[in-house]
């Protein structure tokens, strides 16, 4: 597992740079908190181009949301749309004024509108009792799940109990290098390189 890797890592360049000892419950932080910027560089990428990287991918969702009178909740864990499975138009918080009030054309089931609204999306017409939307989720947070040793003083790693991490694994010595930077610990270029090359390894 990558969260596996990444404590091993941290530990041993920790060591090596003589830094001060990390628990596994501060690295696992740094970790999440390394995710989340790499998550948020991706959206942020992606809201400029529409384009779903690489890293963006594992967090592809997909929900059909239920609608009371047109307004219904987004889901626990959206943070960006990327599209729907109906022809829908999209529109902000000033257009969908205007359409609201539109008695000339107003939206209809072959071009209705949508618009998010804080954690609410709104569809006209409200006569819609579902939509069906694609969008980007927010990264689960990684677990570092482990038991206490026969002796009552040291750790074991568990991998039933562990939640890894949501990046793709070729993107580990760039989760790395970002946790070490959460800590407080410089790394060197040889450093991430040899973690890549043993990366590999243990991947074939």
Known sequence: ????????????????????????????????????????????EFEKTQVVNDLLRVFKAK??????????????????????????????DERW???????????????????????????????????????LKKPTKAVYGKTLSENGRDYIFSEAGSTDVEIPAHRAPELLAKTLKYLGVSLKQTDLTQFELLKNQTDK
Do not use: H, W
């Open 97 to 135: 004024g205007e359409v609201k009030n539109d008695v000339i054309c107003p939206a209809d089931s072959d071009y209705p509108v949508l618009n998010i609204y804080g954690a609410k999306v709104r569809v006209l017409p409200n006569t819609i009792t579902e939509v069906d939307i694609n969008y």
């Open 1 to 44: 597992m990558i969260i596996q890797d990444i404590v091993k890592a941290v530990n041993k360049l920790s060591n090596r740079r003589q830094s001060r000892y990390f628990s596994v419950d501060e690295i696992t932080e740094a970790i999440n908190d390394a995710v989340l910027d790499m998550f948020n560089e991706g959206r942020s």
């Open 63 to 92: 929900s059909t949301i239920a609608l009371t009178e047109g307004e219904g909740d987004l889901p626990a864990d959206y943070a960006s749309l990327t599209g729907f499975e109906d022809n829908i138009d999209v529109v902000t």
